[in-house]
């Protein structure tokens, strides 16, 4: 009996050593901090006035499609990918909330990403729409954007 449970530790050991890790692409302290002072201390997405400690940082084109040893991919890690959203949002966008299962949030969805100045936010709105594409497949697969 004990052979017989020490070979299911080895075997779910091995199995579990064989499986890929994921590896998740934060984002430095440095990038969270000039995410929310590009957006002029504001919630991305409703605007709200926040303070460094309450937000929480976001990718808006998610960090699994990508591949932290892939260089092409540090995208995803910088501050363009990055929005500060305030505890509501950040549940109701970032977890999907009201929305859905699979539901990523288009970048227009995050209105004040330069504060209150509509032009670098369009700007960005372009740059990011350009990133999406890049990720075609990846980004795409069995998901739905909201608008």
């Known amino acids: 009996m004990p052979v017989t449970r020490k070979r299911k530790q080895v075997n779910q050991a091995q199995s579990q050593s064989s499986q890929p890790t994921r ?3 934060e984002f430095s302290t440095i990038t969270k901090y000039q995410a929310f002072h590009r957006q002029w201390s504001r919630c991305a997405h409703c605007g709200k006035n926040l303070t460094i400690q309450v937000g929480y940082a976001h990718h ?11 260089p092409a ?8 990918n990055c929005v500060i959203l305030c505890n509501h949002c950040y549940q109701e966008v970032a977890h999907a909330g009201n929305y859905g299962e699979n539901t990523i949030a288009s970048p227009s969805v995050f209105r004040y990403t330069f504060g ?14 350009v990133e999406q594409q890049r990720y075609g497949a990846r980004y795409n697969a ?5 608008h």
Request: net charge positive; glycine share 4%.
């Open 23 to 25: 590896t998740h692409l």
């Open 60 to 70: 808006v084109i998610p960090a699994q499609t990508g591949n932290m040893g892939k």
């Open 73 to 80: 991919d540090a995208f995803l890690r910088s501050v363009d």
């Open 116 to 129: 209150l100045e509509k032009t670098f936010h369009q700007q960005w709105v372009n740059k990011l729409n």
């Open 142 to 146: 069995t998901v739905t954007m909201l």
